[in-house]
């Protein structure tokens, strides 16, 4: 089974709008990471947050992680075109990260 | 994409063949994994390594192997290829355990 259920599906958003989007994954983990996916290419770590952090920025994203309800949030501030794309979150634990099923980003300019 | 290529990067090939999928690193990284991609399952985890000759099972193994005989190349076989089989696999790279990966291209695998 699956680590991670990200939530929603799918967003779309006005370009300069925040966008928001959730995670919960099922077992225990050392971090918690968050890909991006441009359509037909490889994943792209974003950024990793672990077990012991409750928020991290980096840029125009803003990750939390509550370890209790084992849920996780990326808000990407200030939206643009180029940020429509598919975003994974990836439980880090066991030696390996495994990841949910992906949030499909449509930003309209 | 941080020295990782993937060779196939198209593959047709029919049902009861076997493939092999190759996964070359220039990274001298220790963690190498091997995921498939489906809509709407996300990516799932094949198999992986976490050093030379040391693999172990992820949550979709069936009907694959995988070996690593020097630490920049990870392989993946399917012994016999099935329509179910028919996917994006994607290899990804790791300096450490559980940390930040690093993803290849993509192999675009149809079996007929």
């Known amino acids: 089974s699956q680590q991670g259920e990200e939530d929603p599906q799918a967003l779309s958003i006005q370009e300069g709008e925040n966008a928001t989007m959730n995670c919960s994954y099922k077992?225990?983990?050392?971090?918690l990471q968050w890909y991006r996916q441009n359509s037909g290419r490889g994943l792209v770590h974003l950024i990793l947050?672990?077990?012991?952090?409750r928020e991290k920025h980096s840029g125009r994203l803003r990750v939390t992680l509550d370890t209790s309800k084992k849920s996780s949030s990326l808000l990407i501030t200030a939206s643009r075109a180029a940020d429509t794309a598919s975003y994974f979150c990836?439980?880090?634990?066991?030696?390996?990260?495994?990841f949910g099923t992906g949030t499909k980003l449509q930003v309209i300019p | 994409d941080a020295g990782i290529t993937q060779s196939p990067r198209h593959k047709v090939t029919e049902t009861g063949t076997p493939v092999t999928l190759r996964c070359h690193q220039t990274?001298?990284?220790?963690?190498m994994y091997w995921y498939r991609q489906d809509p709407g399952h996300g990516l799932r985890l094949i198999h992986y390594?976490?050093?030379?000759?040391?693999?172990d099972k992820g949550e979709v193994s069936d009907g694959y192997s995988v070996s690593r005989s020097k630490t920049e190349d990870f392989l993946l076989t399917l012994e016999s290829a099935t329509s179910s089989q028919t996917s994006v696999y994607f290899c990804?790279?790791?300096?450490?355990?559980?940390?930040?990966?690093?993803f290849g291209s993509g192999t675009q695998l149809s079996v007929l």
């Open positions: 990804a790279i790791s300096e450490a355990r559980d940390e930040k990966l690093f």
């Open positions: 077992t225990s983990i050392n971090n």
């Open positions: 947050i672990r077990s012991n952090e």
């Open positions: 990836g439980g880090g634990g066991y030696q390996k990260v495994t």
């Open positions: 990274e001298n990284h220790r963690y």
């Open positions: 390594s976490y050093g030379v000759k040391d693999t």
